[in-house]
């Protein structure tokens, strides 16, 4: 008696698992895909290791501090931009450097705009390059991309506090001309 019991107990579970994966199995629907050119892998946790600079700082990143990202260029505001903003691009694409400033986590010198202190709440990335006749080369606008986008992640950034320098300074046009703005912009991260 005792084992039949085992034994209908065991060919119910089967019979429950298969029935139940069988379901599952049609189910199935294809993966979300987003609708525009945006990439999933910008919002996954390989942007840690992606961006390493942004979370190996000397003291620890201060999120609540940071409310927006501001976007130069040095063909328009000269070499010195890149050490007084807290990220530098390069012009190949391949190296993103953190620079003392964030490393040690305080404000930049960047942006110079009547009427508010920028520097005091504002991420600051330069791009190596002029971009008034020529645009970034694919390889280091997908790096600007990726790292803003960890930035926004990490500091709660939404996408409409993330400004070129020219829209905050009128008479500057950095990051330039041919510098893909639109496109730049609908691929920020929406976080609200």
Known sequence: MPRS??????????????VGTLALMLLETAPIRPTD???????SADSRRTHRPVFTTQVPVRPNE????????????????????????SADG??????????QQVAGSHVFAPGR????DSIGITLEGDFM???????????????????QQACDIPADRV?????????SRSPGEAFPAEQFNRRLLQLR
């Not at 050119?37 to 919002?43: G, Q």
């Not at 130069?72 to 000269?78: K, R, S, V």
């Not at 202190?117 to 005091?120: E, K, S, V």
């Open 5 to 18: 019991r085992t034994i209908k107990s065991l060919t119910m579970l089967v019979v429950a698992m298969t």
């Open 37 to 43: 050119d945006t990439s999933l892998a910008a919002v």
């Open 66 to 89: 940071w409310r927006n990202v501001v976007i130069h260029a040095t063909g328009h505001q000269g070499d010195g931009i890149a050490e007084r903003t807290h990220f530098v691009i």
């Open 94 to 103: 391949e190296v993103c450097n953190a620079t003392d400033l964030w490393q």
């Open 117 to 120: 202190d920028w520097n005091n």
């Open 133 to 151: 006749f020529e645009p970034p080369s694919e390889k280091q606008f997908e790096i600007l991309l990726s790292l803003v986008r960890t930035l």
């Open 163 to 171: 400004y070129l320098h020219g829209e905050l300074v009128p008479r």
